[in-house]
């Protein structure tokens, strides 16, 4: 049976629970949308995947197949099994919040993905408690060899996928990143929505 493709509408988020060995394709349907992604403990959702555990755990700034995700209890969350884009993804950057528009000059309120974690987590009845810092799925953070960073367009074509395993029960949820003042989204800087879909396993 073909899994069921839910819309992550553009800037807003959305949230899902998967059970664990289940499968998750996070697709970049229009080839330039950032998707901050999230995951919680299915059992306990004070227990989140943590980019600082997960860089120590595979000594990388950006995940490669086969890398897996852990929380801030070194248990392992996701592990990233496919990817279809170039493989630039960030493990650095916060999500973006009220008061990061502010200070760039946002008199009035601009949606943003830490408002879209609480958006999908309130979907499925769930109490935010904190904003973990998120996987920033195609986002485009070069470094230098001196290690400063530099805020660029996503490399990813339309169609382009990342595909995660379950490793415990969890509760995951997706921002179509709204961020239209710099070109994080594409030059365009018209952000647009992605999709995803649950598979039961590797198979269907």
């Known amino acids: 049976m073909k899994p069921q493709t839910v819309t992550i509408p553009a800037r807003h988020g959305k949230a899902a629970r998967v059970e ?3 499968i998750i394709k996070v697709i970049n349907t229009h080839g330039q949308q950032v998707v901050d ?16 555990h997960s860089r120590v755990h595979f000594l990388k700034l950006r995940p490669e197949i086969g890398d897996t995700f852990i929380t801030q209890k070194r248990l392992p969350i996701l592990t ?3 990817d279809t884009s170039p493989g630039v993804h960030d493990t ?9 528009y502010y200070l760039m000059g946002c008199s009035v309120y601009h949606r943003n993905c830490a408002d ?5 987590l309130t979907d499925l009845g769930i109490k935010e408690t904190r904003t973990p810092s998120p996987l ?26 990342v595909v995660f395993r379950a490793e415990m029960n969890a509760v995951i949820v ?17 952000p647009k929505e992605a999709h995803f879909e ?4 590797e198979c269907e």
């Open 136 to 161: 920033n799925l195609f986002m485009n953070i070069p470094w230098d060899n001196k290690g400063a960073l530099t805020l660029e367009a996503p490399v990813s074509k339309p169609g382009d996928y």
């Open 174 to 190: 997706f921002s179509a990143c709204p961020q239209d003042i710099l070109p994080i989204n594409g030059l365009s800087q018209d």
């Open 37 to 52: 992604t999230w995951a919680f403990s299915g059992a306990n959702n004070e227990e989140f995947m943590s980019m600082e």
């Open 92 to 100: 650095v950057l916060a999500a973006c919040d009220e008061k990061r």
């Open 116 to 120: 879209n974690l609480s958006e999908g």
């Open 80 to 82: 990233l099994i496919e």
């Open 20 to 22: 664990k060995g289940q």
């Open 198 to 201: 649950i598979f039961s396993d």
